[in-house]
């Protein structure tokens, strides 16, 4: 079985890279296969000729997307439709990373897999038609939706914080968005645990356990840092709460972006973690990294 891995280099790739150690995988990051070069990408895909195409390549600058709306289609609906069309014709096997962002945030429950989907932002509305390129394609898939991705590489909310609490004496950070931040390494180890299941197919939500706000991850996140032995010119309670609409973005964020996750518990027998361990996690990795 060979596996070839798109994004290799970005904060889900890495993991994924990581979990299947064990495996026949080739590792492409962006230098060896660009997404919005669509004929280069066709070439990379027929050269690999592998049984199973794991994409964690995106174009996820959300606020950016508003403007380079051609780019940010061309990553994450154009070429995804090229990965979808030759695992249909090769008969291999596609993994395909989406979003919350697809759904509006308007339900007052968590979204489950058959929902309707209605971005509100032209990053959630790419990611959508390549959800849809996939599933139009017939190619057997696997689509995991996720949220709030954190690691203790690339640029995330998690690192973000740290470093502004280490500058500034005072924090405000979005109270009234809800969703479940969810580490690269959760994805990459259920992604793992799924190639071993041939039944899995379609479309799954895969999130951590639990629920918080921005504002609550910035909270637990830096009460470990401090637990840690960080300096801190902000701590915990130095950081306020506000509102959405105190914090206007080009792109609007869900309100509601939580993902019901029992179809893939059910599927896969698992339990997921509380958001709260990876995120301990992660801050102590990044912890440690800065005293070294």
């Known amino acids: 079985m060979k596996i070839l891995l798109l994004g290799a280099h970005g904060q889900v790739g890495w993991e994924v890279a990581r979990a299947l ?25 027929q050269r690999a000729n592998a049984n199973i195409i ?33 695992a249909k014709q090769t008969n291999a096997l596609l ?11 308007a339900k007052p429950q968590p979204y489950v897999e058959i929902d309707a989907p209605n971005p509100i932002s032209v990053y959630g509305a790419t ?4 959800e849809h390129a996939i599933a139009a394609s017939g190619c057997h898939h696997i ?10 590489r690339g640029h995330n909310f998690i690192k973000t914080i740290l470093r502004l609490a280490q500058e500034r004496e005072e924090l405000k950070v979005v109270a009234d968005q809800v969703g479940a931040p969810t580490s690269a390494a959760l994805i990459a180890q259920v992604t793992a645990q799924a ?6 197919s379609g479309t799954y939500h895969l999130t951590a356990s639990g629920e918080t706000t921005w504002h609550g991850l910035a909270v637990a996140a830096l009460a470990e840092a401090r637990r840690l032995g960080l300096a801190l010119k902000a701590g915990p309670n130095q950081v306020k709460r506000i509102s959405t609409t105190d914090y206007p973005t080009p792109a609007k964020r869900p309100a509601n972006s939580r993902l019901n996750t029992d179809k893939l518990r059910t ?11 990876h995120v301990r996690r992660v801050v102590g990795a990044l912890v440690n990294e800065s005293k070294t």
Do not use: C
């Open 54 to 86: 794991i994409n964690a390549a995106a174009y996820t600058a959300v606020d950016k997307a508003e403007t380079e709306r051609d780019m940010a289609e061309r990553i994450n609906h154009d070429a995804v439709a090229v990965l979808a069309a030759h």
């Open 143 to 152: 689509i995991f939706r996720t949220s709030w991705v954190y690691a203790a």
């Open 267 to 277: 599927a896969l027998r698992l339990a997921l973690p509380a958001w709260e361990d």
């Open 127 to 130: 990611k959508l038609r390549g």
């Open 95 to 105: 993994i395909h990373y989406s979003t919350d962002y697809v759904f509006d945030g």
């Open 21 to 45: 150690t064990s495996q026949d995988v080739l590792t492409y990051g962006r230098a060896q296969a660009d997404l919005s070069d669509l004929e280069g990408l066709r070439g990379v895909v």
């Open 195 to 200: 190639l071993s299941n041939p039944a899995l």
